[in-house]
T-cell receptor
Framework: GNSVTQMEGPVTLSEEAFLTINCTYTATGYPSLFWYVQYPGEGLQLLLKATKADDKGSNKGFEATYRKETTSFHLEKGSVQVSDSAVYFCALYTGGFKTIFGAGTRLFVKA | DTEVTQTPKHLVMGMTNKKSLKCEQHMGHRAMYWYKQKAKKPPELMFVYSYEKLSINESVPSRFSPECPNSSLLNLHLHALQPEDSALYLC????????????????FGEGSRLTVL
């Protein structure tokens, strides 16, 4: 079946550090891939997406590239800020209204 | 600002109460969802409505009763809940793409935090 595996958190970084959150997936067919972010006390927001192999999604300084050969969609940011502290969910969608979410990775950024 | 609005933001209810959660979107989306999220966990799908018809019920107990009065509104009626039902309830919507295909991109509300005493 379809699944998403994310690196376990929490991840603690100092401001301006480089961020990588690993995400790998298993899917039949050709999934669309997403990163959602959940700030404290809020719902999830779409951060970025990619719908086919080699697509790069980007938003707010975050990037992720859809790598079919390694079934990965790692999230990166060159310089994190305190305001990036949140929980990040990797997700895939292959149709039928069902999105498969990873377990989530909590990020803490220290000033 | 989120374009999916949920009310109330917080709800405390006893096990014998009847209450409702409400969700509204005005993006013209034709698929609407209820998710349940426990602390430090990803959202779990409960129900999906597509074009105002119930498409998916993920074997949710009957004490949760969804309703979609029109394409912009989604309700979740709650009755005789248990303390373990305490969670954040998230409403989401998604846009139908060309040919009726769902793009998979979900637009979430901020959630209703439910506490069952």
């Amino acid at each position: 079946g379809n699944s998403v595996t994310q690196m376990e958190g929490p991840v603690t970084l100092s401001e301006e550090a480089f961020l990588t959150i690993n995400c790998t997936y298993t899917a039949t067919g050709y999934p669309s891939l997403f990163w959602y972010v959940q700030y404290p006390g809020e719902g999830l927001q779409l951060l970025l997406k990619a719908t086919k192999a080699d697509d790069k999604g980007s938003n707010k300084g975050f990037e992720a590239t859809y790598r079919k050969e390694t079934t990965s969609f790692h999230l990166e940011k060159g310089s994190v800020q305190v305001s990036d502290s949140a929980v990040y969910f990797c997700a895939l969608y292959t149709g039928g209204f069902k999105t498969i979410f990873g377990a989530g990775t909590r990020l803490f950024v220290k000033a | 600002d989120t374009e999916v609005t949920q009310t109330p933001k917080h709800l405390v209810m006893g096990m014998t109460n009847k209450k409702s959660l409400k969700c509204e979107q005005h993006m013209g989306h034709r698929a609407m969802y209820w998710y349940k999220q426990k602390a430090k966990k990803p959202p779990e799908l409960m129900f999906v409505y597509s074009y105002e018809k119930l498409s998916i019920n993920e074997s949710v107990p009957s004490r949760f009763s969804p309703e979609c009065p029109n394409s912009s509104l989604l309700n979740l009626h709650l009755h005789a809940l248990q303390p373990e039902d305490s969670a954040l309830y998230l409403c989401a919507s998604s846009q139908e793409g060309r040919g009726g295909a769902n793009t998979g991109e979900l637009f979430f509300g901020e959630g209703s935090r439910l506490t069952v005493l």
